[in-house]
């Protein structure tokens, strides 16, 4: 597998997310036009997994969504949720699907049985697609993603960078009114896969031979080309929207600029890079009330503790030690600050 450090494209770096979003949404689309009769062997029949074992019904009904509505919003949030595979590279993002999708089978049946015995309602089937996983990635997109306020409405209701995410996430699980089935047992599976002390991900895993395997084959299909160095904006729907892009653009220039500079200098000079000078836009997006107030080098706080387990995590990604030390310094211990740094050059 491969890291996932630096920037890119909308897809580099990422092309089992765009696997993801292309195999399934086209599969959704040829049985709802012109295949519709053999939609039945893709519906997620709970009934004849249990009566007839049919248990190839928990393969075919996960994995391809037979509403296109529910194909829409699932690519929506595949294509946002691509993320964490530039993050944490594939194979790390394809055991975390895995996971989740095999804990989620167990979860919905766990589910139903709850709900026919506590309230009688006798549930024979549910939504059909690769839904659970999906939402599943909710749990780490809420931990560990950070919020930064993009605009408000009237003066007093916030929107950030994750609220076109969140409404995704409710106009998917409003599509179906057995779907909150999926969405619980997927949320559920995330918790466990994330959680520390159950040592899921230890167990439920891609090996690493079948990472190389699916390297080599898929890979080449599903990658995007390098992207070109020429200044990319006007992606938003609103000018607000491509504002705040040529903003954040504009910083990652100048930080990555810096960040030359003074490793540079260090080269030459053999001292460490004074990375507060660095942080300030990031700082400045996170927090609204950001003052820039310039003070003196002597009346800097001396540098913060760093954490040996967050240098570990930053070092799993694939940075170098001295990297992670200086970024974790730089950002006060910050871990998401840090990676995002990190990520960027």
Avoid at 120 to 131: A, K, V, Y
Avoid at 186 to 209: A, R
Wanted: hydrophobic share 45%; proline share 4%; charged share 15%.
């Amino acid at each position: 597998t491969y890291s996932s450090k630096g920037g890119g494209g909308l897809w580099d770096k990422a092309p089992l997310s765009k696997s993801l979003l292309l195999v399934p949404s086209a599969l959704s689309i040829l049985l709802t036009l012109l295949f519709q009769h053999y939609q039945k062997f893709f519906t997620y029949n709970l009934h004849a997994v249990k009566e007839d074992f049919q248990i190839w019904r928990l393969v075919f009904g996960r994995t391809v969504c037979l509403d296109l509505k529910d194909a829409f919003c699932s690519s929506l949030l595949i294509y946002n949720f691509r993320i964490f595979e530039r993050r944490y590279g594939s194979r790390k993002f394809s055991s975390f699907l895995l996971g989740s999708w095999m804990l989620s089978a167990l979860f919905d049946l766990l589910l139903v049985e709850v709900v026919q015995y506590a309230f009688g309602i006798t549930i024979s089937s549910l939504p059909s697609g690769f839904l659970a996983p999906v939402f599943a990635l909710f749990v780490p997109f809420f931990c560990s993603i950070p919020r930064m306020q993009v605009t408000q409405i009237l003066g007093q209701f916030p929107i950030t960078n994750k609220t076109l995410v969140y409404i995704l996430g409710l106009q998917l699980i409003t599509s179906d009114s057995y779907i909150w089935i999926v969405a619980v047992s997927g949320l559920i599976s995330g918790m466990c896969y994330n959680s520390s002390v159950l040592k899921v991900h230890q167990v439920l895993c891609v090996p690493s031979w079948l990472a190389k395997i699916f390297s080599w084959t898929l890979e080449p299909i599903f990658s995007s080309a390098e992207p070109s160095n020429e200044i990319r904006v006007g992606m938003g729907a609103t000018v607000d929207i491509q504002r705040q892009q040529r903003m954040e653009l504009l910083d990652r220039q100048l930080m990555m600029s810096q960040f030359a500079q003074m490793r540079l200098q260090r080269q030459h000079q053999g001292r460490l890079i004074n990375w507060n000078r660095l942080f300030p836009p990031l700082r400045q997006r996170r927090n609204a009330n950001y003052q820039d107030n310039r003070h003196s080098d002597q009346e800097a706080p001396p540098p913060a503790e760093v954490s040996e387990e967050q240098v570990a995590r930053l070092m799993e990604m694939g940075f170098s030690r001295v990297d992670a030390l200086e970024a974790l310094r730089a950002s006060n211990n910050d871990l998401n600050v840090a990676t995002n740094f990190l990520l960027q050059h």
